[in-house]
């Protein structure tokens, strides 16, 4: 994916949304968690943190941070990095 449409393509950037959804269906919310945080990040950097699919990558993310099998550690990384 990288090779035809750039690492900062929407495409690749979809696909990795994909990939980390999958992966919190499968039960591994600490992965899926952390691949959200750092394809949020990637996506403000790219694209701005008010284009839209920055946006839904960080609501996203939300969703799964507030699952009750997440754990209060994530929360509170959460908390610490969206406030700096």
Do not use: Y
């Not at 449409?5 to 919190?24: E, K």
């Not at 750092?38 to 790219?46: F, G, P």
Request: aromatic content about 4%; proline content about 2%.
């Amino acid at each position: 994916m990288k090779r035809v449409h750039g690492a900062d393509s929407i495409a690749a950037f979809d696909l990795r949304n994909n990939i980390a959804h999958a992966r919190a269906d499968a039960g591994d919310l600490d992965t899926a968690i952390a691949e959200l945080e750092h394809l949020a990040a990637d996506q403000s950097n790219a694209h701005g943190a008010a284009h839209p699919e920055t946006l839904t990558t960080r609501g996203n993310l939300a969703r799964w941070l507030h699952r009750p099998a997440t754990c209060g550690a994530q929360r509170s990384n959460w908390n610490k990095s969206s406030t700096t």
